[in-house]
């Protein structure tokens, strides 16, 4: 039990982390004139967030942008999200260099 209750407690942690993020991002937007407010951007120039409504664009490019960062801002919400896409493209360049050549 005591490794299961060490687990519960640094989920606790995270989602209290990411809760006080999404609080100074909402304050971050809301000092800004209300013409001014895109709510999209970082926190201390490093955690990104995004508050807008989700698109289908946004979401294809978050998720699946061979051209992309392996990791993004999420498409909703605070922090980052694997682009899967990325992924991909990074596996598939490993797997043929590391292929032996055919005969």
């Known amino acids: 039990m005591?490794?299961?209750e060490r687990i519960s407690n640094v989920?606790?942690?995270?989602r209290l982390a990411l809760a006080v993020?999404?609080?100074?991002a909402i304050v971050q937007?809301?000092?800004k004139p209300a013409e001014e407010r895109t709510w999209h951007g970082k926190v201390a120039k490093f955690i990104p967030y995004d508050f807008r409504?989700?698109?289908?664009?946004?979401?294809?490019?978050t998720y699946w942008n061979t051209g992309g960062p392996i990791l993004?801002?999420?498409?909703?919400?605070v922090g980052w999200a694997p682009n899967f896409g990325a992924?991909?493209?990074?596996?598939?360049?490993r797997s043929t260099?590391?292929?032996p050549p055919s005969d």
């Open 2 to 4: 005591r490794g299961e």
């Open 53 to 61: 409504m989700p698109t289908f664009s946004r979401l294809r490019n």
């Open 29 to 31: 937007e809301l000092r």
């Open 87 to 93: 992924l991909a493209k990074w596996f598939g360049r």
């Open 72 to 77: 993004t801002g999420k498409v909703f919400g």
């Open 21 to 24: 993020i999404a609080v100074i």
């Open 97 to 99: 260099e590391e292929a």
């Open 11 to 14: 989920k606790d942690i995270w």
